[in-house]
T-cell receptor, first 115, second 111 residues
Framework: GAVVSQHPSRVICKSGTSVKIECRSL??????MFWYRQFPKQSLMLMAT?????????EQGVEKDKFLINHASLTLSTLTVTSAHPEDSSFYIC???????????FGPGTRLTVL | KQEVTQIPAALSVPEGENLVLNCSFT??????LQWFRQDPGKGLTSLLL???SQREQTSGRLNASLDKSSGRSTLYIAASQPGDSATYLC??????????WGAGTKLIIKP
């Protein structure tokens, strides 16, 4: 199957700092990418959907000014957690939809810990 | 409103057994259905994709079926191995932008 990479896989930061997570589709183009977060032993929660070259669509309750999403190319999307706080600590997973077959592939996730 | 249900929520079987995981959905108007596995602390791995016009897909020891009219899909795992232990998720695509997820089946294969 197609590969989606995420970087970094793990990040620890101080409260108040900003953290950027990169998501890349390695062998296919993805017009649409998705960002999820997952708390321990819970289901994935969709945060936002981004289309290349346009503004992301955020799910209800997700602050767009806190979670900045940029999808500048067909293979790269970034999520920036601004002014991170301990409650932002979570597992963030990106996903890319392969256009031809409408199949969705997931990155390995980024574990964010905010001290 | 589309709802996806997975039964059972958890399953523990001895190594070597064949097993079936079930997924049901309430609205047959879907683009496709995907089965994923998630290992603890890891991302999701796509296992099988069945388009709405297809009846089944196979990959190695895995076989997934789709009966759109009855709103059901099954994931059959043959000759289970301890490495198959994971949470299995099914998701139906209802638009280009939206997947509706089941809650998952946590599978444990005992050596």
């Amino acid at each position: 199957g197609a590969v989606v990479s995420q970087h970094p896989s793990r990040v620890i930061c101080k409260s108040g700092t900003s953290v950027k997570i990169e998501c890349r589709s390695l062998d296919f183009q993805a017009t649409t990418m998705f960002w999820y977060r997952q708390f321990p032993k819970q289901s994935l929660m969709l945060m936002a959907t981004s289309n290349e070259g346009s503004k992301a669509t955020y799910e209800q309750g997700v602050e767009k000014d806190k979670f900045l999403i940029n999808h500048a190319s067909l293979t790269l999307s970034t999520l920036t957690v601004t002014s991170a706080h301990p409650e932002d600590s979570s597992f963030y997973i990106c996903s890319a939809r392969e256009d031809r077959h409408n199949e969705q592939f997931f990155g390995p996730g980024t574990r964010l810990t905010v001290l | 409103k589309q709802e996806v249900t997975q039964i059972p929520a958890a399953l523990s079987v001895p190594e070597g057994e064949n097993l079936v995981l079930n997924c049901s959905f309430t609205d047959s108007a879907i683009y496709n259905l995907q089965w994923f596995r998630q290992d603890p602390g890891k991302g999701l791995t796509s296992l099988l994709l069945i388009q709405s016009s297809q009846r089944e897909q196979t990959s190695g020891r895995l076989n997934a079926s789709l009966d759109k009219s009855s709103g059901r899909s099954t994931l059959y795992i043959a000759a289970s191995q301890p490495g198959d232990s994971a949470t299995y998720l099914c998701a139906v695509r209802v638009s280009n932008y939206q997947l509706i997820w089941g809650a998952g089946t946590k599978l444990i294969i005992k050596p």
